[in-house]
């Protein structure tokens, strides 16, 4: 094990780092934002400008680095992150900070997809799994401390935004002292969503409505509790134990969703999001122990989707093109996280901190009566069609790299699905 890992230590520290900026920036800005009288659309703007800069950091990050090489593109990515929550710090105004977490998503995610792409040029076939295992334990693990580290200072003064910058800034050392030689190039991202649809229409409207509920939640989780009357401590476990759960949640559901109807599995999952939805709205809980038990059921339930639809859309696609796949639902989750936060902010300014589960039961009612109607509309896909459901992290910090990676396969092609033929039959058609 320690053999396997010593190739790629560098990278896994240089990740977590970043990871660990990453959570602190996240749950700081909307709990000092909250504290500064922010109005929930607002701090929902956060998260949109966000999933806007994130989704144009996944398509325009292989261009940078053709241009410049990995290295400089990665130093200037950190370093970009750095100034930009430093900036953060220094300007307290919601016209500063919504197009400053723009410029921060697109950092984070051109950073993720270098560390990403190095990681899957130094694995060997044989290690690919484990490492690629280990980096996702790393920055869970790494994500979570970041956002627990808040529980530790005041929110309201500087220490954090100073703290997320030096992270930021150590996050370029180990591939900046890297002697190793650039990888292969990135992977390229392109839409098209027609192919997309005719593959699995389920894929498709339930990766946007999860990208909906899993980006209103991970941005205005921090509001919503603080609102509840919790303290920082019981916050920052409110925004963190949600994303562990769904990690340990991932294992028993796929193994089940290996054995049966994904949709189902799928339609199940949403199921019990809805119910915690509905706890939310109907208990209106303000004690800590209940709050923290919802968020865990709850989060056990949206961060367990993801890896159902894209495992389901794969089971549907043809073979070879499962990194296409997966990069193309990436980027629908991500036009979803654009509205997502947006949408749950402005329901939270009109009728209070139950507008954020009212818009993510909206999002789930939906999923469930699209994937029951597909379900009796479309025969399952046949077991010996189906793939191999993959533990994943949370699309909100996955590339498309991350496919790439745990595939174990490199694409130079831009992420563009080719159709099936025309004598094939489609299993989950329009």
Not at 172 to 182: D, R, V
Not at 190 to 215: E, H, K, Q, Y
Not at 236 to 261: E, H, K, T, Y
Not at 285 to 312: C, K, Q, W
Request: hydrophobic content about 55%; some cysteine.
């Amino acid at each position: 094990m320690i053999r396997q890992l010593v190739p790629v230590s560098a990278l896994l520290f240089g990740s977590a780092l970043l990871l660990f900026a990453g959570g602190m920036h996240g749950l700081v800005l909307p709990v000092r934002g909250s504290a500064e009288g922010f109005s929930a659309s607002s701090l929902g703007l956060l998260g949109t400008g966000w999933a806007i800069g994130y989704v144009l950091g996944c398509v325009l990050t292989p261009r940078l680095v053709g241009l410049v090489g990995h290295i400089r593109t990665f130093g200037t990515m950190c370093a970009l992150a750095s100034v930009t929550i430093l900036f953060q710090a220094l300007l307290v105004e919601t016209w500063a900070w919504i197009p400053s977490r723009a410029i921060s998503g697109f950092c984070f995610a051109g950073a993720a997809m270098i560390v990403e792409s190095w990681l899957n040029d130094r694995a060997q076939p044989e290690t690919r799994g484990t490492i690629f295992g280990i980096y996702t334990m790393v920055n869970l693990a790494a994500m979570t401390a970041g956002q627990m580290a808040i529980a530790l200072g005041d929110t309201t003064s500087f220490v954090f935004f100073a703290l997320g910058g030096i992270f930021y800034s150590l996050a370029l050392i180990p591939t900046a002292l890297s002697t190793s030689p650039s990888p292969a190039p990135l992977t390229s991202v392109s839409l098209d969503l027609a192919t997309l649809w005719r593959n699995s229409p389920v894929a498709v409207v339930a990766v946007f409505l999860v990208g909906i509920s899993n980006a209103a939640f991970g941005t205005l989780s921090a509001v919503y509790a603080d609102r509840a009357g919790l303290a920082i401590t019981s916050i920052a476990l409110f925004s963190s134990l949600p994303v562990m759960a769904g990690a340990l949640s991932q294992v028993p559901i796929g193994f089940v969703s290996d054995r049966m109807d994904r949709r189902i599995v799928l339609i199940l999952t949403a199921f019990v999001a809805l119910a915690a939805d509905l706890a939310f709205i109907l208990m209106a809980p303000e004690d800590r122990g209940t709050n923290l038990a919802l968020a865990s059921l709850f989060g056990a339930a949206i961060f367990a989707m993801y890896p159902i639809i894209v495992a389901h859309a794969n089971d549907h696609a043809p073979p070879g093109t499962s990194i296409q796949v997966s990069g193309g639902l990436l980027m629908v989750f991500g036009l979803g996280s654009v509205a997502g936060p947006l949408v749950a902010g402005v329901a939270m300014s009109a009728v209070g901190k139950q507008g954020l589960f009212l818009t993510t039961i909206a999002a789930h009612a939906i999923l469930i009566l699209f994937a029951l109607w597909r379900l009796f509309s479309s025969p399952a896909v046949r077991d010996a069609d189906k793939g191999t459901f993959q533990v994943s992290m949370p699309a909100r910090v996955s590339t498309p790299e991350t496919a790439a990676l745990a595939e174990g396969e490199t694409e130079d092609n831009p992420l563009v699905i080719e159709p099936q033929d025309e004598g094939a039959t489609p299993t989950d058609g329009p």
